[in-house]
């Protein structure tokens, strides 16, 4: 891929999101011998970005319904970083595209109805000729993803283990994007909120999962008091992104011969500190609970959504620079020992920590393609722990973010 012209093209250089991974990659990218460029639909609003940003970068046009021009972007670069979404509406042609012309491929999409249908379309052959396709690459879902191979390796390196179980136990303060909202918006649209609910939605078939096992997967529904952190949490609206990824992960380390565990599992979510816990994370699953049953219905979210963030917007600079996430992660070894991970950072993770993992996922395609996990025959339609793995926990690291497992405590 060295003839390509371009190490990484921006894709939605325009969004909310991709004019900060524009800014992202001026600011961070500029040191190191990297040839990149923006993309969109309108070169108008490129030119606007490019000289409001002050960066220099080539403008390449494609509109995602125009296959030619999808075809012809992806053909001239070595990576693609996609912020253009809802991605089941513009992502498509652009995946279908990287796995014909074997251009690797990062994104922050949330949207697991269509992460499966790329695995079902596309994983053999981006597996076969060692192309990583690796969606899911923004706060969803890297902070559990890579927090649960952090821990899971640790308990079986370092206490000569297993891992039984991980849980990820969120906190966190930022905005919320009117891109986020379209996408969430599409999937109900679509119809697609019930396949959302199979909790091993993005397993790589012929996976068989016992009674118990699914059971034991099953989302949480409702608010419940944790003995293991001593506190009430409630479900995190992010989890059943997040557990998809994190199991896909485990399943294809599974078939690899690097299992996290013989009965691994997995869960996450939404942690309230004491003395008010209990009546926080009862008020927010209420909420929550209220918000899903309105906007199920069509003109129910027909009458809300001019109410709420359109594409194109979001949080303000103070929100987005306030905003901080904390990810704490609690694995539990087969001898029944306990290890303490964390995965956090300030910035709203929507944005400012979307944008650092999206950016250094890409960074880690184009600039350390010979260290990446599984060398360079591994493809398919990868998740950041098994596409990226330790290289992206250095780099993030290097970004000043905080990624550490490692307090053990007795049974
Ligand atoms: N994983 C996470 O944590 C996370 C966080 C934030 C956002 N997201 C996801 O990221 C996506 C973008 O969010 P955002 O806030 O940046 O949204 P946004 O501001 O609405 O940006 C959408 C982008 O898609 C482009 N687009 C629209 N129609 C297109 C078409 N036909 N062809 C090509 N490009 C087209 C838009 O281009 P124009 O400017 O020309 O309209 C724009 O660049 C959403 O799916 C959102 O859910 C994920």
Redesign the pocket.
């Known amino acids: 891929m060295t003839d390509r012209l371009y190490d990484v093209v921006l894709y939605?250089?325009?969004?909310?999101?991709?004019q900060q991974t524009v800014r992202y990659f001026a600011q961070h990218a500029r040191p190191e011998p990297l040839r990149w460029a923006i993309a969109?639909?309108?070169r108008q609003?490129l030119e606007s970005v490019r000289a409001t940003l002050g960066v220099e970068a080539d403008i390449l046009v494609a509109?995602?319904?125009d296959p030619r021009a999808i075809d012809e972007m992806v053909a001239q670069t070595r990576v693609i970083l996609s912020?253009?979404?809802?991605?089941a509406l513009?992502g498509s042609a652009i995946v279908d595209a990287c796995v014909r012309f074997k251009t690797h491929y990062v994104d922050?999409?949330?949207e697991t109805p269509w992460v499966e249908e790329l695995c079902d379309r596309h994983h053999a052959r981006a597996a076969s000729d060692g192309t990583r396709i690796i969606p899911?690459c923004?706060?969803?879902s890297v902070p559990s993803d890579l927090g649960t191979y952090l821990v899971a390796r640790y308990i079986q390196q370092k206490l000569g283990a297993s891992c039984q179980t991980v849980k990820a136990y969120f906190q966190m303060t930022g905005g919320l994007?009117?891109?986020?909202l379209?996408?969430a918006f599409n999937l109900y649209d679509s119809g697609q909120t019930d396949r959302v609910r199979d909790p091993f939605l993005l397993d790589p078939p012929g996976e068989q999962h016992t009674p118990a096992e699914i059971a034991r997967n099953q989302d949480p529904e409702r608010p419940e008091y944790d003995a293991d952190i001593e506190t009430w949490v409630a479900p995190f609206v992010m989890s059943p992104v997040n557990t998809r990824i994190v199991r896909r992960s485990s399943a294809l380390f599974d078939r690899w011969q690097q299992p996290y565990g013989p009965d691994f599992a997995y869960q996450e979510y939404l942690k309230f500190d004491p003395p008010l816990a209990w009546l926080q994370a009862t008020g927010v699953s209420a909420g929550m609970a209220l918000f899903e049953s309105i906007v199920r219905q069509a003109p129910l979210r027909r009458l809300l959504q001019p109410l709420l963030p359109q594409?194109?917007s979001?949080p303000s600079e103070q929100t987005m620079n306030e905003g901080w996430f904390r990810c704490e992660l609690l694995g539990t070894a087969s001898d029944g020992r306990k290890v303490k991970g964390s995965v956090c950072d300030r910035g709203d993770?929507?944005?400012r920590a979307?944008v650092k993992f999206l950016c250094e996922s890409a960074l880690s395609l184009a600039l350390n393609e010979g260290e990446l996990p599984g060398g360079l025959e591994r493809g398919g339609i990868l998740t950041p722990a098994t596409g990226l793995g330790d290289v992206l926990v250095e780099r993030l690291r290097k970004t000043g973010m905080t990624l550490e497992v490692g307090v053990v405590t007795s049974k």
């Open positions: 939605g250089a325009t969004g909310f999101v991709g969109g639909r309108s609003k509109d995602s319904q912020t253009a979404g809802p991605f513009y922050i999409t949330g899911c923004g706060f969803d994007n009117g891109g986020t379209a996408s594409p194109g979001g993770p929507g944005n979307t």
